[in-house]
């Protein structure tokens, strides 16, 4: 099973400046068969379910704000909120899904306003 | 449009059983994986299992194995989680999310489309 390690647990930003969330995997997310990373983003606010943000690492989902970007390969991943608005305050989660089952997630890194 | 629309709150004794369902909406229901997660109030997010409805497939988490079963309507487009043997740490909001076939995710992201959520609590 990889497991998938976020840091910090908690950040706070203030408002128009970057937010910046890491993510480790226990092992390689890279598919050797097409050389993409299977990691998706998604942002949570409270009473809210899951809201899909990036995935394959680095595609943004239809209708997100592209102050939200996704880099990293293999291991090492990162979140970037560009500008921090009011409304970006929430959990981050990421996620891998190349080795599969079970679909594993990171624990979580909150995000409020500084 | 995409929509999954889950059941109403439950509250429970324990040793009970909940059985939770999540209609779809906007797809065609065979095409698309239906996954079950579940957060426990604080915490983040849990794997479940899956069931393929195309099939009645299904997939369990080893942790789950025994406790859940996955079921499918398709003359309502309909899923169904049951879970048996409840306890006080089962606690939690349990989530149906849409995921594309298997090989498909080199095009499709997965869990793009999530239930509203159900939460599950105990009262003895």
């Known amino acids: 099973e990889i497991v998938m390690t976020q840091s910090p647990d908690s950040l706070s930003v203030s408002l128009g400046e970057r937010a910046t969330i890491k993510c480790k995997s226990s092992?390689?997310?890279?598919?050797?068969?097409?050389?993409?990373?299977?990691i998706a983003w998604y942002q949570q606010k409270p009473g809210q379910p899951p809201r899909l943000l990036i995935y394959?690492?680095?595609t943004r989902e239809s209708g997100v704000p592209d102050r939200f970007s996704g880099s990293g390969s293999g291991t090492d991943f990162t979140l970037t909120i560009s500008s921090l608005q009011a409304e970006d305050v929430a959990v981050y989660y990421c996620?891998?899904?190349?080795?599969?089952?079970?679909?594993?997630f990171g624990q979580g890194t909150k995000v409020d306003i500084k | 449009q995409v929509q999954l629309v889950q059941s109403g709150a439950e509250m429970k004794k324990p040793g009970a059983s909940v059985k939770v369902s999540c209609k779809t909406f906007?797809?065609?229901?065979?095409?698309?994986?239906i996954h079950w997660l579940r957060q426990a109030p604080g915490q983040g997010l849990d794997w479940m299992g899956l069931?393929?409805?195309?099939?009645?497939?299904?997939t369990y988490a080893e942790k789950y194995q025994g406790r859940v079963t996955m079921t499918r309507d398709t003359s309502t487009n309909t899923v169904y989680l049951e879970m048996t043997s409840l306890r006080s740490e089962d606690t939690a909001t349990y989530f149906c999310?849409?995921?594309?076939?298997?090989?498909?995710?080199?095009?499709?992201?997965?869990?793009?489309?999530w239930g509203q959520g159900v939460l599950v609590t105990f009262s003895s």
């Open positions: 069931i393929d409805p195309s099939e009645g497939r299904t």
């Open positions: 092992q390689s997310v890279l598919s050797k068969s097409n050389n993409k990373n299977y």
């Open positions: 996620h891998q899904y190349l080795d599969i089952p079970p679909w594993t």
């Open positions: 999310a849409r995921d594309p076939p298997p090989g498909a995710y080199h095009l499709m992201p997965p869990f793009d489309y």
């Open positions: 394959l690492a680095l």
């Open positions: 906007g797809y065609t229901f065979g095409s698309f994986r």
